[in-house]
């Protein structure tokens, strides 16, 4: 991921943030009185567009190449919850989605129409947004994905004080499953914000036309309204990419920072580069930093967590694992994000590397925790698997290893040894050509299947900035929730596959959960996946294809 890539993150975390701030002052003050739908029916959810605000101002930067339309739309949801369940059965079948209707303890379920959700960002094309400038000529017309996890407020103070549905739709290639959800009472945001597309608009007046695509307003019964906002872009000088620094140059100044091409790719989790705690610095100087962070009703993406207290003490008594204790299952989605590099981050340049993300998630029913825990000046961290009845007693716990620190540039934690590893299989799969990295910081970093029994759709250490422990800790807890999956991208030294003079051919990532039989889980014949790639080129130039994985095209 590039310097400019992490840029627009931090805007989009910003934005998100603000909007969610907005709508509680803005729509509660104006939505039960105006312009609502005829009554709905127990258990069906009434829809409404609405805009928080009469007008906007939006500041283009100079440098960049144009403004992101967040115009603060939002999608009230009043006398049921919108709810959504969206499944695969696997990579070889299409996506369904339902809406779930809830009136009291009555649940129903209602298919949405084959074809509709192609994936699980959201509902696509769902509003429709026309641009025009002062002389009424239309600058620009596109179409958005609504995802009913964005960012979103309470609509009246009766309305429940916290939502329970997830805070993000998955974009992981290879999520399985997924709930979607606004409460009752609630407004979730419709901005179409195309983050990799900004709109090239210069400074001056326009103005915005957002409605709800006539098919979604058939289905849900949306009235026809159109939300209007004045738009106002500003230009702005002495900021844009100079302004916001990117994660890493912000908490590695120094060393990635005042290398050219340096922080040149980092996947969901940062490549195991952590969030830095100066994150909000990077917001500081436009007056966004107090926007930062998750709270009641928003969040911004950030998801920075405090560290997991681990036990005060190694656990005493007999170790053991009593029968029939609910355990996690862990297992491996295939690898994605597949390119060729030429060194970076401290590999050797002018080598051929094999870069790729990788995730290992957690089935359920139980959650993975593990403690590690330190003698006075060891290295190593003791580590213990712990075990926890139906209503979260512990009840048991077993050795697992160790925990070691990490002390790399981009690392700086604690790592829990043989959590996964990674080969390069030959084409038959009879031989390693290369292997990679085995120690892990845990984290929560993708919701790869909510719809899992007993999964956890607000998982705690969503980040790796402190759930992994400090130099000088003692102790250290790292836990994988159910339904959640921890990705690693391995372009960082040591974790890539050196591919330099490795003939051209077929080959196979193996991603391996829990290699060594360590953790005890419920299934261990699910660990192992297997992705496809050849190599061709020359030295210097290789290159990589990727063959899709049944429906799944994701390189």
Partial sequence: MTSQHNHRQLKRAALAAGAALTVVAAVAATAPGAGAAPAAKPGQPQLKLVAASKAVVIDRWEGESGVYLDLGTYLTVDNAPLEFKVTRKSYK????????????????????????????KGLPDFVEVSLTDASG???????????????????????????????????????????WGVEQGWAANTSAVDYDKPVDLAAGEYTAKVSVAKKYRDLFGI???????????????????????????AGHAGHEANTPGAAHHYGPRGADAPTPPALSHALEARGQAHHLGDGKGHTDGSRIAPGLRANAAKPTGKAGVPANVPKPDLRSLPAWDI?????????????????????????????????????????????????????????????AGTMEWDPRIGHEHWHFTDFASYRLLSEDRTKEVRSGKEAFCLANTDAVDYTVK??????????????????????VREVLDVGSGDTYTQYRP?????????????????????????????DLKNNVSLRKVTLGGTEGARTVSVPPVDLINAP
């Fill in 454 to 475: 007993n999964a956890n759709w607000h998982p705690y250490n969503t980040d790796l900035s402190t759930a992994c422990g400090q130099q000088n800790s003692i102790s």
């Fill in 223 to 249: 009235p026809n309204d159109q939300a209007t906002v004045k738009v106002t872009v500003r230009e702005q000088k002495g900021g844009g990419g100079q302004g916001l620094r990117s994660p890493q140059s």
């Fill in 339 to 399: 390119q060729i590099t030429d060194g970076e981050d401290g590999d050797v340049p002018g080598k051929d590397y094999l870069a790729f993300s990788a995730n290992v998630w957690n089935a359920g029913p139980a959650p993975l925790v593990v403690d590690g825990f330190r003698k006075p000046g060891a290295e190593l961290m003791d580590s213990y698997q712990y075990f926890y009845d139906a209503n979260g007693k512990q009840v048991g716990y077993t050795p």
């Fill in 494 to 522: 040591g974790q890539s596959f050196d591919v330099t003079g490795l003939p051209n051919g077929t080959y196979y990532i193996e991603v391996k959960a829990n290699p060594a039989n360590r953790l005890q889980e419920t």
């Fill in 93 to 120: 079948d299409q996506i369904v989605a339902q809406q779930i209707l809830r009136d009291g303890k009555k649940v129903t379920t209602k298919n949405l129409p084959a074809g509709l959700v192609k994936d699980f």
């Fill in 137 to 179: 000529k239309e600058v620009t017309k596109s179409s958005g994905t609504f995802c009913p996890n964005n960012a979103s407020g309470r609509l009246r103070p009766d309305a429940p004080a916290t939502s329970h549905y997830p805070q993000s739709c998955p974009t992981n290639p290879f999520t399985l499953g997924s709930v």
